[in-house]
């Protein structure tokens, strides 16, 4: 074996992985036929024709309720906004506490303070890393009104137990498929496993149209409130005729119509880059199994991936080095990765100092609120767990990545592996 490029030898991987680039022709067009009409935004803020957006926003959303096999999509212009017309849709409100998970992108958690109601954190299961049902029910109190579930990573959460679990206590369910383009449970796409779901189309994504995002919903009542609070919700409220004006503040969060044709012919790739990653993600997990204390992504019975991310756990009570010294060896190899995610996030300051509107600590102290929510460290065993020690993010399962490169990947890992008696300073045993 050669000799690990942490310690001067030559890397397995000398040239950068390919960048993730889904933009083609079709969208270079889509784009030209925008600017050649010269109307990039057709939305008024007032009861009128022009308050569902223009032609292109209107197409894009006829197009996704058609892929999804849903009733209602909206567009809006991220998925943050996504998540914050989607928790105020559901009338959650001041003293209301909202499940969240706290293993995601911020904004999964922010959009409850939005509403100016409660996050409490539930934890996430050790394999999937989406929310555990178990600890969901323990963090049910009589304030709890809704459940903000995280698709992460792509795999899907567990929609059939959280959604009884929301039934049996009357609560609304938030799904953030922001990571979920591609990934299924039961055959039934994710984004469509809860009350409302929330996709991005942000630079990042499995799809993109720069920036951008959607609701979807199979209830009326919702969707309209979503479209209320996307656009200026209290100037229409009374022309339309809107009796239930809870949380009717709008703001104006819509999508303009470049990014509409971006997205129309994003969407038309969705299969083709989800059968892609599968094939690139299995691939790449048959050849990383059986390498000690490497455990790669599970994919739960009846669940489909969506490969957002590629994400393994390490195990150091069995190589015996730390996940950091791991990873460092790794990347000197060439192959990017990530220790962990992002903080948990009951870490962030506007937790643990619970200051979010003004200086004197509202929601968390707001009179309304009866109840009293922990933040401390530890809340979350699990998830600080899989953060500080056990997971290894990748973001390299996409088009544009061949079989070749996955076995640099390969190689890395294996040759690392066998590098640890050395990296350990225990050489002695051999490599
Ligand atoms: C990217 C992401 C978001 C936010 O998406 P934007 O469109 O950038 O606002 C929300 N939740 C998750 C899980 C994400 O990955």
Known sequence: ?????????????????????????????????????????????????????????????????????????????????????????????????????????????????????????????????????????????????????????????????????????????????????????????????????????????????????????KNDDLAERIQLIRNHAEVVVKNKGVQNIVSMIGFNLRMGEIEAAIASEQLKKVCAFAVERNDLATYLTERLRGIPGITPPVVRARARHGYYGYVVRYDASRTGLSRGRFVEALRAEGIPAGEGYVEPIYLQPVYQQRIAYGAVGCPFTCPYYGGSVDYKKGICPVTERMHEQEVITHALIYRGVSRNDLDDIVRAYEKVSGGIPVLAGRAHERS
């Open 1 to 217: 074996m050669t000799s690990l490029a942490l310690l001067g030898g030559d890397p397995v991987r000398g040239t950068p992985f390919p960048r993730y680039n889904p933009i083609g022709e079709s969208e270079k067009r889509a784009v030209l036929e925008v600017m050649e009409s010269g109307v990039l935004s057709e939305y008024l803020g007032t009861w009128s024709p022009e308050f569902y957006g223009g032609p292109r926003v209107q197409k894009l959303e006829r197009e996704w309720e058609a892929f999804f096999g849903i009733k209602h999509a909206v567009s809006v212009n991220s998925a943050t906004s996504g998540l914050v017309v989607a928790v105020g849709a559901t009338g959650v409100g001041p003293g209301d506490e909202v499940i969240v998970s706290p293993y995601t992108m911020s904004a999964s958690v922010a959009c409850v303070l939005a509403y100016n109601a409660i996050p409490v954190f539930a934890d996430i299961l050790p394999d999937t890393f989406c929310l555990d049902p178990v600890s969901i029910r323990r963090a049910i109190t009589p304030r709890t009104r809704g459940i903000v579930v995280v698709d992460l990573f792509g795999h899907p959460c567990e929609a059939e137990e959280i959604m009884a679990i929301a039934k049996e206590h009357n609560l609304r369910v938030v799904e953030d498929a922001a990571q979920a383009y591609g990934a299924s449970y039961d055959n039934r796409p994710a984004g469509t496993l809860a009350d409302i779901g929330v996709f991005s189309l942000n630079y990042h994504k499995t799809i993109h149209s720069g920036e951008g995002g959607v609701c979807v919903t």
